[in-house]
């Protein structure tokens, strides 16, 4: 049996994370902290997903701050919606059709929609093909969508080297 050795930097990071804590370097925290990190990697490894290459580092930041503004401006409308007269809320389910396969990335735009207020994801069908939302205003599901496909979906794709359909 051979162990498949974890890549560096998250060893680095954990190691770092222990120093951190202990609030020291002497050599044997260093070397537990190497020991440690190096063997919660290798048991973690299960259940971590290998994330697409970042193709366009900039992009990611600008969605970053897109998903900010969002969740701001949601907010808002949240909160005009549940403030004013009944007659304007309009729940229900959308199904959005998927373009993106990978399911590192399938899973972030399933939380950047529930970071949304007004909008959670609900699931995901078997194919991973539709993507199930419920959204507080689904008057216009066309425009809501629409809207995630532009806003989210299309420039994850941009941003990660990853396959379509």
């Known amino acids: 049996m051979s162990i498949n050795w974890p890549k560096p930097f998250p060893v680095f990071l954990l190691t770092l994370m222990w120093l ?8 044997g925290h260093i ?9 919660i990697c290798i048991l973690c490894r299960n259940f971590l997903v290998d994330l697409p290459p970042l193709k366009k580092p ?19 409308h949240v909160a005009r919606l549940v403030l004013g007269p009944e007659k304007n809320l309009h729940p229900g389910f959308i199904e ?9 990335l399938l899973a972030t735009l399933a939380c950047v929609v529930s970071l949304t207020p007004g909008t959670v994801s609900a699931g995901l069908s078997a ?15 066309e425009t809501l969508i ?20």
Not at 31 to 39: M, N, Y
Not at 58 to 76: K, P, Q, S
Not at 127 to 141: R, V
Request: hydrophobic share 50%; glycine share 2%; net charge negative.
């Open 20 to 27: 951190l804590l202990n609030n020291t370097l002497s050599l």
């Open 96 to 104: 959005v059709p998927m373009c993106i396969k990978d399911e590192f």
């Open 58 to 76: 900039f992009g990611l930041c600008v969605f970053v701050i897109r998903v900010f503004f969002d969740v701001v401006l949601a907010n808002l």
């Open 146 to 165: 629409s809207d995630i496909k532009v806003r989210y979906e299309a420039p994850l794709m941009e941003i990660f080297r990853c396959s379509a359909t």
């Open 127 to 141: 194919d991973h093909t539709k993507l199930l939302i419920h959204a507080l205003d689904a008057s216009q599901p």
């Open 31 to 39: 070397l537990l902290g190497l020991i440690l990190s190096t063997v």
